[in-house]
């Protein structure tokens, strides 16, 4: 069960129903709410029905049908993010889709199926295997185990995309944190 306050998994969630709902026209949209309702036990009362409201049908298709909540003002689509970006193998893909959603998307927890969502809306070649990116992306410390069998974006993982496209910028990121330890006596020891 959801928190009350989570506003930012429930934008979320609102935002795949409407991209599901979306390539249909309105008729078949009203039948699929309504079984919807019925699914989850909800109803309207005896005179009410889904209808749509005549300013809601649109006599021209609408010029971007991907709709989503952003932090960030017009924000890129996630192809043009991962354009920019330039993820070389799976793992970094993984990355940078797990920074799309946490930054683009509001989607601070995810799981398997949204990156190989997110992978699909980003028009790049399919995982291989999914899971095994993802759990290799983990292995990395680009990501993080979260709640309930979630993941989210380590800080490493994130400053890692943001020194993208730049490689040898990115590379830094993760052996910086590797070079040097400081003791209990306080003295540096070169990590090998």
């Known amino acids: ?4 306050n ?3 998994e429930r934008a979320a969630a609102l935002q795949r129903i409407i991209a599901e709902l979306l390539p249909f026209q309105s008729e078949e949209r009203r039948k699929l709410i309504e079984t919807l309702m019925t699914f989850f036990g909800l109803s309207l009362s005896a005179n009410e029905s889904v209808e749509t409201s005549p300013t809601s049908t649109r006599p021209y298709p609408l010029p971007d049908t991907t ?14 993010f991962m354009l920019e970006k330039s993820p070389q193998t799976d793992v970094e893909r993984v990355a940078c889709l797990a920074y799309y959603l946490s930054h683009y998307r509001g989607t601070q927890h995810f799981k398997t199926r949204d990156i190989s969502a997110l992978s699909t809306e980003s028009a790049h070649k399919r995982f291989s295997n999914a899971a095994f990116a993802v759990e290799n992306a983990t292995k990395m410390g680009y990501l993080v185990p ?9 800080a490493l993982g994130e400053r890692f995309v943001e020194a993208l496209p ?3 910028a990115a590379r830094e990121v993760f052996e910086r944190p590797r070079q040097r330890r400081v003791s209990g006596a306080g003295k540096k020891i070169e990590k090998k």
Not at 1 to 4: H, V
Not at 69 to 76: C, D, Q
Not at 146 to 154: A, E, N, P, R, W
């Open 146 to 154: 979260s709640i309930k069998g979630s993941k989210q974006l380590s």
């Open 6 to 8: 989570d506003s930012s």
């Open 67 to 80: 709709f989503q909540f952003s932090e960030k003002p017009n924000a890129l689509s996630v192809k043009n």
């Open 166 to 168: 730049d490689r040898e």
């Open 1 to 4: 069960m959801m928190k009350e």
